[in-house]
């Protein structure tokens, strides 16, 4: 979705006769602010606009944490799953219902068995896809 993020009036530079208004577009509400015009360039009969964006980027989590599968104490997770009573979960006719309690009962035993670790991401938090693509 674009916004008009500016209606700026006449120029007093202009040549043309028709042209009482220009917009300039943006993605972001309020994200063009203090429009100037500007003398045209050498002989060009295309006049400047000079106006401050304000952008800004969201800076992605960088402490995240991954399960250590190599340190998993899988024995108790065997002992831990065996423990459950699983008709429970088949008995009731809604399948949504059994899986959310399936994956309940699969991710308490995981966070009781297998430690986390740091996530040690190697991208670089300043460039990005959205970033690296244009350039």
């Not at 015009?37 to 800004?56: E, K, Q, R």
């Not at 994956?103 to 690296?132: G, H, W, Y």
């Amino acid at each position: 979705m674009f916004y008009v993020s500016a209606c700026v009036q006449a120029n007093p530079f202009s040549t043309w006769r028709d042209a009482k208004h220009y917009l300039i577009f943006s993605n972001e509400e309020a994200m063009v602010q203090d429009i100037k015009y500007l003398a045209p360039l050498g002989h060009s009969d295309h006049s400047c606009l000079v106006f401050n964006a304000i952008v800004s980027m969201a800076m992605p989590a960088t402490k995240t944490e991954r399960l250590n599968l190599n340190r998993g104490d899988y024995t108790a997770l065997r002992n831990m799953l065996e423990e459950v009573n699983w008709d429970l979960f088949m008995d009731t006719n809604d399948v949504e219902e059994s899986w959310a309690g399936i994956t309940r009962e699969l991710n308490i035993a995981t966070a009781n068995c297998v430690p986390l670790i740091p996530n040690k991401s190697k991208k670089n938090m300043f460039m990005d896809q959205d970033v690296v693509r244009p350039v």
